[in-house]
């Protein structure tokens, strides 16, 4: 039987983007696997600073669709709705699930995180892609 050398997470990291009015649907980079051993993506959160349209986040790894999650109107803004959680099971459902049952995301070395809003985001709102990862 052969050991296989695990990497032990490094550093926890957060990357995200906030999407403006210049941004228009075109994917953006949320987090970039470390580059040599890759990183976990542990948490994802979005929040929506619209009070009048809901935007739906097309979540991508490399050029791969693996959901698209609904941010509610104001949600995470105002108190009343709170921030939306995209890792969880209901919106990308078949993730790899930690010791715990958590979902997480498993970049190889370079791979990119890339998420896109849609409908764009109009002027005066925003909307906040949050992303707490490990690098190995």
């Given amino acids: ?60 790894l490399d050029d791969n669709l693996i959901g698209t999650i609904a941010l509610p109107i104001s949600a995470g803004d105002t108190g009343v709705i709170a921030s939306v959680d995209l890792l969880n099971r209901t919106n990308t459902p078949g993730l790899q699930l930690d010791g715990n049952g958590n979902p997480y995301i498993k970049l190889k070395a370079g791979a990119e995180l890339l998420g896109s809003v849609n409908p764009a985001v109009g002027d005066d709102d925003d909307v906040a892609i949050t992303v707490l990862a490990m690098d190995l």
Avoid: C, F, R, W
Wanted: aromatic share 4%.
């Fill in 1 to 60: 039987m052969t050991s296989e050398k695990v990497p032990v997470p490094q550093t926890i990291n957060d990357g995200g983007h906030l999407y403006k009015t210049a941004d228009t649907t075109v994917a953006q980079t949320l987090y970039t696997g470390e580059a040599t051993n890759g990183s976990i993506v542990q948490v994802i959160l979005g929040t929506n600073i619209d009070d009048a349209q809901e935007h739906l986040l097309k979540l991508y």
